[in-house]
């Protein structure tokens, strides 16, 4: 069974860095499938992050664009998000996802906050 557990998460001020992982076990086809994030802010629905496809493309939303960086294990099977510049409105609950055949794995989420 494939199971995702994110970690890094935590307070920081405006224009702060945290980097975000995703530990990815059970499955053993990680390197040919897209992974990536996604964000939940209270009241808000989840929405996409950014992507790394199994071919090395990464693909970011606009607000996050320049800031953020995916990036990805394949050997150790861990996904990652580096965040900098952070602001207010990055604060959300950050879900890791791994596309597999027929479904989607989604790990269990990590609190990013920032405020001063």
């Known amino acids: 069974q494939v199971q995702l557990v994110e970690s890094g998460g935590g307070l920081v001020q405006p224009g702060g860095s945290l980097r975000l992982s995703c530990e990815v076990s059970g499955s053993r086809d990680f390197s040919i499938r897209d992974a990536g994030w996604y964000r939940q802010a209270p009241g808000n629905p989840r929405k996409w992050v950014a992507t790394?496809?199994?071919?090395?493309?990464?693909m970011y939303a606009d607000s996050v664009k320049g800031r953020f960086t995916i990036s990805r294990d394949n050997a150790k099977t861990m996904l990652y998000l580096q965040m900098n510049s952070l602001e207010p409105e990055d604060t959300a609950v950050y879900y890791c996802f791994v596309l597999g055949p027929t479904t989607v794995f989604w790990g269990q989420g990590t609190q990013v906050t920032v405020s001063s």
């Open positions: 790394f496809t199994s071919k090395g493309t990464s």
